[in-house]
């Protein structure tokens, strides 16, 4: 064998793709156990650490294979494109049927990340046996290794996810490492053993990685329905997050990356008490403000309000505000407020509206699911509320939703703690929402503003019962010198809602 003669352009192609699909196999696990389990800090933090781990044993046995390195790093290849392709199968199997996910998750990674980490050694070592300029192409090598990781963190949020969702991604990036297999087989056969097992191995491995790719719609819907309860009537990836539609007889059921937003059958308690709660503190209702709320729900309520002239709702979700302006089954349940003309949606990220926003508003809603990521921890930090306070007419009134103060007992008296760092009356009240349990909220304002009387027609509120909000039982009441602010810089509120939904 004349290493002059021999071409590692192949092989240094190979490291970009392996390298591509090592990062999103990554990714797709921690998102897919934060999607299923919550507190997404620590799966990510997990699945880093134990995936690094594991490449470095990968990384460490790699000296024990001596021989036939062409036809190790093509099992290799078509053992990662196995594993990796049916990683998010394996893993929504794994949270319907087991209670043992959190083992089978582990058990995952580490078998991932010790053949990803033979890759690069084994590819090495297959380099240095056969080429002259071994400096220059070894260089190439982590090169192309680092490109690839930058393109598999770029690629995969802001293409792959939303187009294709878990399931196809997984299967699809499995693929890609199975053709490298069969790419690397056809091109140096030469230093194959039995090349033509080999062959037939690669491509019975693809085809099965294909078949269940082109099933993926069919295999999400398997899948999704042992999510959830009732039957799915609409399933929808978007940029931000998973849309899931469920029907039972009357009841129509929204989800948000599996966590319930509304069931038609109570709905109305929660956003009654939302928004008629502020208004009935609120000097004026000429300009509202809705952050969140995409369902157009808070906004239905508000339009009640003869003396309303102005909405805005700022939700980030493109799809899911121009879902639920345009689906029958959500359009009739908002009174079709999503397309009234005293309404304009900007579909922004809420945080960047109020820091950059100049306008003052009488009454702002705030209607965010619960913290249970860093992204959602910013929109309940003190800072943030200090935005929300600028954005408010002096005698302006806030409301936010703000977890169960029965459940999530902390995570309830965070949030009214963090509130209290910018403003002089914060109240906090709570109801019983049959599909949720107890819920609670936080109405803020710094005037002397008195509440006036209901005015407007609904289906559960009356004076009375407004009244027995604002009082807690002693199972829901803390002591307050135990609980922490939350901030920007020490996100108190997500430890305490992980915490406590472990339990929930």
Request: hydrophobic fraction near 45%; include cysteine.
């Amino acid at each position: 064998m004349e290493k002059e003669k021999f071409d590692a352009r192949l092989l240094l192609c190979t490291t970009l793709l392996i390298s591509i699909c090592s990062i999103i196999y990554e990714l797709i696990i921690s998102s897919i156990s934060s999607y299923l389990q919550g507190d997404s800090i620590t799966q990510f933090s997990i699945t880093i650490g134990l995936y690094m781990s594991a490449m470095g044993i990968g990384s460490y046995l790699s000296k024990f294979i001596k021989n036939k390195l062409f036809n190790k790093f093509v099992f290799i290849e078509m053992s990662v494109g196995i594993l990796g392709g049916f990683s998010s199968i394996i893993l929504f199997l794994a949270n319907i049927y087991t209670n043992i996910y959190p083992l089978i998750m582990y058990t995952l990674i580490i078998l991932i990340g010790i053949f990803v980490g033979l890759e690069i050694p084994i590819l090495t070592r297959i380099i240095e046996d056969n080429e002259s300029n071994v400096r220059k192409n070894l260089a190439n090598i982590f090169t192309f290794d680092y490109m690839g990781g930058l393109i598999g963190s770029i690629v995969f949020p802001i293409i792959l996810f939303p187009k294709l969702g878990f399931i196809a991604t997984a299967l699809l990036i499995g693929c890609i490492n199975i053709v490298v297999a069969i790419l690397i087989i056809f091109k140096y056969k030469k230093y194959i053993e039995k090349p033509k097992n080999v062959k037939i191995a690669s491509i019975v491995c693809l085809a099965i990685a294909v078949i269940f790719l082109f099933s993926g719609n069919s295999i999400t819907n398997q899948i999704e329905s042992g999510l959830y309860r009732d039957d799915i009537i609409l399933s929808e990836q978007t940029q931000y997050q998973k849309i899931v539609m469920t029907k039972h007889k009357d009841d129509t059921r929204l989800f948000l990356d599996g966590n319930l937003q509304f069931s038609t059958m109570d709905e109305y308690r929660y956003h009654e008490a939302l928004v008629h709660i502020p208004m009935m503190y609120a000097n004026s209702h000429e300009k509202v403000l809705i952050l969140g709320g995409g369902d157009g729900l808070a906004a239905r309520e508000v339009l009640k309000y003869d003396d309303v002239q102005k909405i805005v709702l700022v939700d980030i979700d493109k799809e899911m505000t121009d879902l639920c302006a345009n689906n029958s089954e959500i359009s009739v349940l908002n009174n079709n407020s999503l397309k009234n003309e005293k309404l304009t949606i900007k579909n922004e990220d809420a945080y960047i509206f109020v820091q950059e926003n100049q306008e003052k508003f009488d009454v702002i809603i705030i209607d965010f699911p619960d913290p249970n990521s860093e992204t959602l921890n910013k929109l309940y930090t003190n800072v943030f509320y200090n935005y929300i306070k600028a954005n408010l007419t002096p005698n302006g009134v806030m409301a936010c939703q703000s977890t169960s103060p029965y459940y999530a007992k902390k995570s309830f008296w965070c949030i009214n703690k963090t509130i209290k760092t910018q403003f002089n009356t914060v109240i906090p009240y709570h109801l019983q929402v049959p599909s949720f349990g107890e819920w609670g909220f936080n109405l803020a304002f710094n005037q002397d503003n008195k509440r006036s009387t209901l005015t407007v027609e609904t289906k559960y509120l009356t004076e009375e019962n407004i009244n027995a909000m604002f009082i807690f039982g002693k199972d829901e009441i803390i002591d307050m010198e135990t609980i922490e602010e939350n901030n920007m810089f020490k996100p108190s509120l997500i430890t305490y809602y992980n915490e406590e939904v472990q339990n929930w």
